[in-house]
Structure formats: C-alpha cells, structure tokens
C-alpha cells in the first residue's frame, strides 16, 4: 500500500512564504516522476511544477520565478518551495508521485489527500 502525506500548508499573508513537503512510502520498488498540483476554489485542478527522476523540473508561468521544487531521492519526499505568494494562489494542493510499488507492477499515478494553502490578509 502506497500513501503519499502533505504537510506544511496554512494561512499565510500576501508576499509570505511556505514550505510544503510530501513524502510517498508503503510499498515502493522505483519512483520516477514527482510534482505538485492544485485546485483553487471553483477551478479545476492545474499542474504547479513537477521534478523528474533525473531532476529536471517544470513550472506553471503563474509560479516561474517565485516556487522551487526539489526532492530528497532518499526519502522519496518532494517539496515545494513558495514565495512573494499572491491571494491568487490560495488553492488545496496535491503531491503527486508517479512510481513502482513492486518489480512486477507498471508505473501508476498516486495522490495525497491535499493540503489547504490560503494567502490572505
């Protein structure tokens, strides 16, 4: 059984910062791709940056420049790093992990539960 667990979100002000964390464990033979993803209130849900195997990363325009994603390949724990937030921001976001639980299993997606970020005065 593979459980992905978010920490790290809450009520920040504008121009804050938050460090959110999330780490994948149960069974797992092989991760491959890892990122975060997020849906504001009456949007769907929408990439934020994703971090490869090989440690290549992807960002949405919306976060270039203020969000840094980075892992820790040890712990099969993703972060992600966001600064100069904007109330636009607020959202529920998702990890995501795609990987391996066995040797004999293919590749599948995995979610977490979601942790709430609000960016409000």
């Known amino acids: 059984q593979v459980q992905l667990v978010e920490s790290g979100g809450g009520l920040v002000q504008p121009g804050g910062s938050l460090r959110l964390s999330c780490a994948a464990s149960g069974s797992i033979f092989s991760v491959n791709d890892m990122g975060w993803y997020r849906q504001g209130p009456g949007k769907e849900r929408e990439l934020v940056a994703t971090?490869?195997?090989?440690?290549?990363?992807t960002y949405a325009d919306s976060v270039k420049g203020r969000f840094t994603i980075s892992r820790d390949y040890a712990k099969n724990t993703v972060y992600l790093r966001m600064s100069s937030l904007k109330p636009e921001d607020t959202a529920v976001y998702y990890c995501n992990a795609y990987l391996r639980p066995t040797y004999y299993s293919g590749y599948e997606d995995y979610w977490g539960q979601g942790t709430q970020v609000t960016v409000s005065s």
């Open positions: 971090i490869t195997a090989g440690g290549s990363t």
